[in-house]
Structures are given as structure tokens and as C-alpha cells.
């Protein structure tokens, strides 16, 4: 059964009509389009890619967060749970199809392949210099430090990760994910950084980690010793299913390695979901993982540690009002770095032209270009996207698209 007609026994209406309270948009389809075309020169040309550009160094440009997407046909190195591909999970089995058409990866024994071909297709757009990140990412571990396959969604393993950085050079970095509480946790960290790996990788709700766990001391001092980040989500979870531990993903759950020197990027600057207020004592308040965020960030202690990175806070249900805060908050964006979260901009009801237009960050003509970009190319999409946005003024500085600066030490 192809997408479109497993779709169709859901009910096109039934979809639209989540999409809709979800804060989602149809506007531009269901589906990525995946045209294979190059992106036509009046498209690479245009004033706006020329304007995104101006003051960004291309070779500083290091998107720091790009997903492996796959199913681990071929022996890849990628695993994605069975309830992914049954009908039986029907919301999962939905994700992943999404998630794949995303990419342009669903040619039947050949997914993992496709997505390495479709993604060096779309850094074509990209100046000479200009890389992506890619991110490994651990099954989850429970408290005894056994891997439980029946509580991960996803996972990509740290060798497959290096080996497609290696594959593309001029192209890739890559992150690794190691779970704290392994019992080689330590040994495959020495491992990840003298293969070149950049940083290390979490999503503690789907991975069973949490932050705050003197668990965590012996790896968070090893990341010190090896000046590796931790690029970690904070907020709600909508994308990975796995052990469901949202409480895991507060931001002030990151003082503990803040405390012990670990240089610490929260991705999506916490900018969907809330959180207990623990500041404010046992028991405090459910407020917006943002404000926590916030407050992490105006700490001034933490002035050289905490750092946000922006991927996904354009998508539809994540802009206001963290999107108009990190915009003003030009004193911040030294310590905001870029990421697409690819291959989620190819996932069009995740994305509404139209309402950055209605809210004013951008104009017509601009979100048309930008709508025409994304048929082709939603990895170089974000990017333009991002650097076309204007609230009352206010851009984000080229330095937010220069992230390279925090993975080899000249911040």
C-alpha cells in the first residue's frame, strides 16, 4: 500500500482536522513533493538566498542538527521499532511515512541509501564550506543501564554516523549519542571523540535520562575533559515516541551539568511544552519549558555554558512566543546557534507561510519564494526562512548561523 492510499483509510478529513488543532497547516500539501531537479538558477539566484547569505561565512555555517532517517535496510546501522511499520500503531506507522517522505527515502529496499543521495542533493545549494551535523542517537536504557528496544522508537548507531561523515567530508560532521547510565557509556565516549565526534547527542524523554542524576557526574566530567557539548532537547516532546519521561526535558534539570563545566546547547530552546518550577520549591507551578529557558539563559553564571539552538522554533506549532523573544533578544544570539532539525522542513503541515505573513515577519512575494524553495530544497528552506524573518526590525544576527564556532573551541 503506497502512502497516499494508507492515508486514505485514515480519512484525509480526519487528518486535516488534527492538523488544525494541532496549529498545523495543509497550506502547501501533505506531502514533500521531492523534486529531483537541482534548484533552478532564478531560484539559487535570488535576492533573497544572496541576502541570507551577506555577513554569514560559509564555512563557519555548520547546521547543527540533522537526523540519519531510515529503517536500516542493508545492514546501516539504523533501527526504527516494528510498531513503526504496523498498522496496528497506526499514529506511528503515520509518522514514519511522514518522516521518509520528508527525506525523499521510500524507495522499497533502498531507504537508507536514498537518504544519504537526497541529502548531498540538497547541500548542492549550499556554498562550498558549508556542512551539517549529523546526529546518532542511543536506544533508551533503563535504570539499571539495560538497553530496552520495547521502550525506543529510533535508534542510529555512533558507528553509522561517523562513517557517513566520512563519506561526505566536505560536507558532515557528525554528533554521537551515548546513554550516561551504559556500563561502557565512558569507554564508547573516547571511542565517539577520536572518530571525530563533535558533541554528544540526548533526547532524555525517549532515552531515559535524566540530567539531574549524579548518574550523570563521571560522563558530564568526561565531557569536560574532552570539550565535547552536550546538545540536549528541552520541552515538550512530539516527534519520538520511546520511554515518555517529559519531566526529564526541563531545562532546569541542566544545572547539574552546568554546575560541573559542561558546555550545554538545548535544542529547540525549550520552546514547546511546560514544566515544573522546581526553582520555586517542591511542588512549584507548571509553567512554559521557554521561560525556563529564559531564565537559564539571563543567569549570568552560565554566560559561556548555556547555549540554545533553533531548529524547529519556525514550525507552526512551536512560533509565538518564543520565535518574537529570540528574534529581540539580540544580546542572546551569540549564544544561539542553527539547526534545521532535516528532515522535519520537508514535512509540509509542519510549516505556514501564510501566518508568518499575517503576524508580519514576512511579505507575500517573499513567502512565495520561500513555499517554491521548499518543493526543491527544505534543507536550504530553513535556512533562508530563518534568515528572512523580521520582527519590529530585528533579524537574527549572522553569528546564530555561524554554530561552527561552538564545536572547535573559538567561542
Known amino acids: 500500500m503506497d502512502r497516499r492510499a494508507f492515508l486514505s483509510t485514515l480519512g484525509l478529513s480526519a487528518l486535516g482536522g488534527i492538523a488544525a488543532g494541532c496549529g498545523l497547516s495543509l497550506e502547501d500539501g501533505l506531502f514533500n513533493p521531492c523534486l529531483a531537479d537541482p534548484l533552478p538558477k532564478r531560484l539559487l539566484d535570488h535576492e533573497m538566498v544572496r541576502a541570507a547569505w551577506e555577513g554569514v561565512n560559509p564555512s563557519r555555517f555548520w547546521d547543527c542538527h540533522v537526523h540519519i532517517a531510515g529503517v536500516g535496510d542493508g545492514g546501516s546501522g539504523v533501527w526504527i521499532t516494528p510498531r513503526m511499520k504496523s498498522m496496528l500503531h497506526p499514529w506511528q506507522n503515520l509518522q514514519r511515512r511522514f518522516y521518509l517522505n520528508a527525506a525523499c527515502t521510500e524507495t522499497e529496499g533502498s531507504v537508507d541509501e536514498d537518504f544519504v543521495r537526497r541529502l548531498a542533493h540538497c547541500l548542492n545549494a549550499f556554498p562550498a564550506g558549508a556542512k551539517v551535523m549529523l546526529l546518532a542517537f542511543d536506544f533508551h536504557h533503563d535504570a539499571t543501564g539495560a538497553r530496552r528496544e520495547d521502550l525506543s ?3 542510529v548507531a555512533d558507528r553509522y554516523a561517523a562513517g557517513l561523515a566520512q563519506r561526505l567530508p566536505e560536507r558532515a560532521e557528525w554528533i554521537c549519542s551515548i546513554h550516561p547510565y551504559r556500563e561502557d557509556g565512558l569507554e564508547a565516549l573516547d571511542w565517539a571523540k577520536k572518530r571525530g565526534a563533535r558533541a554528544v547527542k540526548w533526547l532524555p524523554s525517549a532515552m531515559g535520562v535524566d540530567p539531574a542524576s549524579s548518574r550523570c557526574d563521571e560522563f558530564y566530567d568526561a565531557l569536560v575533559r574532552l570539550n565535547l ?18 519531566e526529564y526535558n526541563n531545562p532546569l534539570r541542566l544545572r547539574r551539568p552546568l554546575e560541573r563545566g559542561v558546555r ?4 529547540h530552546c525549550a520552546s514547546l511544552g511546560k514544566h515544573e518550577d522546581f526553582d520555586r520549591g517542591a511542588g512549584g507551578f507548571r509553567v512554559d519549558a521557554f521561560a525556563l529557558f529564559k531564565r537559564l539563559m539571563d543567569e549570568p553564571r552560565y554566560d559561556n555554558l548555556f547555549y540554545g539552538d533553533i531548529s524547529s522554533v519556525t514550525q507552526a506549532n512551536r512560533t509565538e512566543p518564543a520565535l518574537a523573544m529570540l528574534l529581540a533578544r539580540s544580546d542572546w544570539h551569540r549564544r544561539l546557534i542553527n539547526g534545521s532539525d532535516y528532515p522535519l522542513p520537508g514535512v509540509m503541515p509542519l510549516y505556514s507561510m501564510r501566518r508568518f505573513v499575517e503576524q508580519g515577519y514576512l511579505n507575500e512575494a517573499q513567502a512565495g519564494v520561500l513555499s517554491e524553495i521548499r518543493r526543491f530544497n527544505p534543507l536550504l528552506f530553513d535556512f533562508i526562512l530563518k534568515r528572512s524573518l523580521v520582527q519590529e526590525g530585528q533579524r537574527f544576527a549572522p553569528v546564530v548561523f555561524e554554530s561552527r564556532r561552538l564545536f572547535v573551541g573559538d567561542v
Do not use: D, R
Open 264 to 267: 550545554v546547547i538545548v535544542a
Open 229 to 246: 557539548p552536550l546538545l540536549t532537547h528541552g520541552g515538550g516532546e512530539q516527534a519520538v515516541h520511546g520511554g515518555s519521561l517529559q
Open 153 to 155: 522508537a529510533f535508534a
